[in-house]
């Protein structure tokens, strides 16, 4: 008599309550209050603009992630260390969903003759680039996936999925998206269609993060990516 065959269980490292609370916390501060602030102190010159307010931004993301959600990092890491080879499958499948999805979009963009363009975030890095390229290269690559991928992986998917992953993945991408474009939100509602723009992405972090059970897949995936467009820029 034949035997089933399972699939090996994925081995998860999830948020406790206490860190998602203090996750969900710095959420908001992160993508809304803190960069209101300092875009108010640049205009009082108490920084400087551009690249020293976004190092600033996400410094400050990365010191609140490692202090209150560094145990969530580290045993998150682990998962990583104990299985090497399904978290790099899963980084290289994120990455593979993200760019079939990109020809995707860009094929039925295409079809409906709609014009394929850079979004204005982009141009706005591309613009920091110029100012400064080492220092927004270390901003985008190292900084910004270490505070991103907890808050909207490891919080936003890894909460919901506990009760519905397809509402995971639209909450996570829909929330990751917006975070793109709100600011430019503020000067024409327009900019609201360019959130498309990120969805193959944000649905192959999720992927990662979905298959293999740490967050440091996406933040390796989120760091490659962002590599690959800060190398076109300098």
Not at 61 to 78: A, E, I, P
Not at 214 to 234: E, Q, Y
Request: proline fraction near 4%; charged fraction near 15%; include cysteine.
């Amino acid at each position: 008599m034949g035997h089933d065959i399972k699939a090996p269980r994925i081995e998860r490292e999830d948020m406790t309550r206490r860190e998602a609370v203090l996750a969900a916390v710095y959420l908001p501060v992160h993508a809304v209050l803190l960069p209101l602030l300092l875009t108010w102190f640049a205009t009082l010159g108490w920084i400087e603009p551009g690249v020293t307010l976004n190092a600033i931004w996400y410094a400050v993301g990365v010191g609140y992630t490692l202090l209150f959600l560094g145990k969530y990092l580290r045993r998150s890491f682990d998962v990583l260390l104990d299985h090497p080879g399904q978290s790099l499958l899963a980084a290289v499948s994120g990455l593979a969903t993200d760019y079939l999805l990109s020809w995707a979009l860009t094929f039925i963009l295409l079809l409906f003759n709609v014009a394929v363009g850079s979004t204005a975030n982009n141009d706005a890095v591309a613009e920091l680039a110029g100012e400064n390229g080492q220092r927004m290269f270390a901003v985008a690559v190292l900084l910004a996936p270490i505070v991103e991928e907890p808050l909207f992986r490891g919080l936003l998917y890894g909460q919901i999925r506990r009760r519905s992953r397809a509402a995971a993945y639209c909450v996570s991408v829909l929330l990751f998206c917006f975070y793109h474009v709100w600011q430019y939100l503020l000067l024409d509602w327009r900019y609201i269609f360019q959130m498309i723009n990120y969805v193959p992405a944000s649905v192959g972090l999720c992927y990662s993060y979905e298959k293999s059970g740490t967050v440091w897949a996406p933040i390796a995936f989120h760091m490659f990516i962002n590599a690959v467009s800060m190398s076109v820029l300098l």
